[in-house]
């Protein structure tokens, strides 16, 4: 027997799924009303509005919303939306871990994202996405690296300019030695600061990899 569909319902779902804007006015003109439909349609509408925010770049207001739609999906056993083959559960935890990734709420995002490989560890974006977080989390490391380039740029301009005004006036035998010392400051400052990055990447890359390997390697016991 066909499905009779609300009236809210109806003139919500008309709306273009691409006017985002469009979709959150209505959904919290109607908000109420929208919490006395049936589970499916409330579910439905809320998954609209939850993607709306995510569209619109209100990340904030998407993080307190999208978990709503992540316990209804567990409490009322909904894996799948009307015209969407990705489960619903799995692309909404996705979408809260970007959201809290663009908002600077990495710890949440790497909690999320460590789940997300749990349940799928061969799927190599959550692993990839999981790298990009921890590397944000590196900021000590990659903070000494930069305070030691600009150092040693400074360093480097201050022996620049003894060279000019005192070394090659007073001491012009010294002027090769000088120069040998500026491009020696400036290469440790570089160095410095490619080798910070380059360990917080070998750090992620090597953390993230190893989980996702223990997390295929359990699903594969797992399955024995």
Known sequence: MPRHYSKLYRELRAVEPGDYHRIIRMY???????????????????VHYVDALFETGAYREHQLMVDLVIHASIRHDIRYMPGRQEKVFEQQLFRKAASAFR??????????LREL????PEEPVYARFLRTTLFRQQQP???????????????????????????????????????WVCIDIFLV????????????????RREATQFRAAQANKR?????
């Open 28 to 46: 919290e003109e109607q908000e109420q009303a929208i919490g006395r439909l049936d589970v499916e349609e409330h579910f439905e509408l809320t």
């Open 141 to 179: 490391t990659l903070q000494f690296g930069r305070a030691a380039c600009i150092f040693c740029l400074l360093l480097t301009a201050l022996v620049v300019t003894i060279n000019l005004l005192v070394v090659q006036n007073f001491y012009p035998a010294y002027g090769p030695l000088m120069s």
């Open 220 to 224: 594969r016991a797992d399955s024995l």
């Open 189 to 204: 400052g570089m160095l410095a600061l490619a080798g910070a990055y380059g360990l917080a990447y070998y750090r992620c």
């Open 117 to 120: 490989i749990r349940m799928h």
């Open 103 to 112: 908002i600077g709420e990495y710890a949440t995002a790497e909690h999320v």
